[in-house]
């Protein structure tokens, strides 16, 4: 990983090759759910959603290893268009029910329904889609994850909030601000790479990530753009 930045082609070839069987399984497994949703038990249902939600993991981490490539050698610069951002993270939140309910986590919900945002509309999904994926990983469980987004003073601002006793606000903060390379521990290297390859994308959109820790270990992690 230390010549991410070198060797392009055939890291390219890499990924490609890597992600067409995973392509093969999403798309399988979507048929499978779609064809024998009839004969099949919730707790079988629940499972293939499982399985699909690890094969959209796995692809989305070879999306990263190339964003962070792409960053690495060039400025990456956002597509702009009108979206209701709103719609964005329902979508996010069915995606990730099942992981959800593994975890005995209840989502509350405070945004209205219509909120236009002009942004990047696929890398801004993938951004709350890093941060909110992983505070469901180490958030308390049996506990509540509060979504916000709303405009204020020219503004659009998007805050999550949860309990969680894993990170100190220092270490998230590095997470967000360094990639470290050398990183042994597998869930810490992916955890870097969604929090910082996230705040790379935010600041491409001239916005900032926000990071604040309240009383009893519950902390707000979010990010604001400009309107």
Same mark, same amino acid.
């Given at each position: 990983m230390q010549t991410l930045n070198n060797n392009s082609e055939y890291l390219n070839t890499i990924l490609q090759n890597l992600k067409i069987p995973i392509v093969a399984q999403i798309e399988a497994l979507k048929i499978f759910l779609s064809d024998y949703t009839n004969h099949?038990?919730?707790d079988e249902k629940d499972t293939i959603k499982l399985v699909l939600n690890s094969c959209n993991y796995t692809y !989305?981490? &070879?999306d990263e290893? !190339?964003?962070l490539k792409k960053t690495l050698n060039e400025k990456i610069h956002p597509n702009y268009s009108r979206f209701n951002i709103a719609n964005v993270i329902q979508e996010i939140l069915e995606d990730l029910n099942i992981t959800l309910k *593994?975890? !005995? &986590?209840n989502i509350i919900q405070n945004f209205p329904k219509e909120l236009i945002l002009n942004a990047d509309k696929t890398k801004i999904k993938k951004v709350i889609n890093n941060l909110l994926s992983n505070i469901i990983k *180490?958030?308390?469980q049996n506990s509540n994850i509060t979504i916000y987004a709303k405009e204020i003073r020219n503004e659009f601002k998007f805050e999550i909030? *949860?309990?969680s006793h894993n990170f100190s606000i220092e270490e998230i903060e590095k997470l967000f601000k360094e =990639?470290? =390379?050398n990183e042994t521990s597998f869930e810490l290297f992916i955890l870097n790479l969604d929090f910082y390859l996230s705040n790379e994308i935010i600041k491409t959109h001239f916005g900032k990530i926000n990071i604040t820790n309240k009383v009893d270990k519950e902390c707000i992690l979010g990010f604001t753009l400009p309107i």
């Open positions: 099949l038990t919730q !989305n981490i &070879l290893i !190339n964003i *593994y975890h !005995n &986590l *180490y958030a308390n909030q *949860y309990k =990639f470290d =390379f």
